[in-house]
């Protein structure tokens, strides 16, 4: 069993940047794949963002891509996500997922996920 906490989550105006952790407790010693999914009121949970188990390999939504950036420290059992130029779509409740995975794959698919955060809430006014 893994607990993930999200931490970081709060308001920040159109442009802006803010950035989220993730910290993993539980059965960390096996290598897990990590992603960030977001919900928006009344929408789908949608993917963000992924990242293996080495960290070497990232995936991205194309909404966030090339403002969003995924990693990770293992060492300290957490995820980060910074996430620059932010504006009111971006507003949702983040969560932090993982799976068991020493691959190089990213999966976007949420059932993928087997533990998730409580989520963060983020709001960029505009």
């Known amino acids: 069993q893994v607990q993930l906490v999200e931490s970081g989550g709060g308001l920040v105006q159109a442009g802006g940047s803010l950035g989220l952790s993730c910290a993993a407790s539980?059965?960390?010693?096996?290598?897990?794949?990590m992603a960030w999914f977001r919900q928006a009121p009344g929408k789908e949970r949608e993917f963000v963002g992924g990242i293996t188990w080495s960290g070497g390999r990232t995936v991205y939504a194309d909404s966030v891509k090339g403002r969003f950036t995924i990693s990770r420290d293992n060492a300290k059992n957490t995820v980060f996500l910074q996430m620059n130029s932010l504006n009111p779509e971006d507003t949702a409740v983040y969560y932090c997922?993982?799976?068991?995975?020493?691959?190089?794959?990213?999966?976007?698919?949420?059932?993928?996920?087997?533990?998730w955060g409580q989520g963060t809430q983020v709001t960029v006014s505009s």
């Open positions: 539980g059965r960390t010693f096996s290598p897990y794949l």
């Open positions: 997922a993982a799976v068991y995975s020493d691959g190089n794959a990213v999966f976007s698919n949420r059932a993928v996920y087997d533990y």
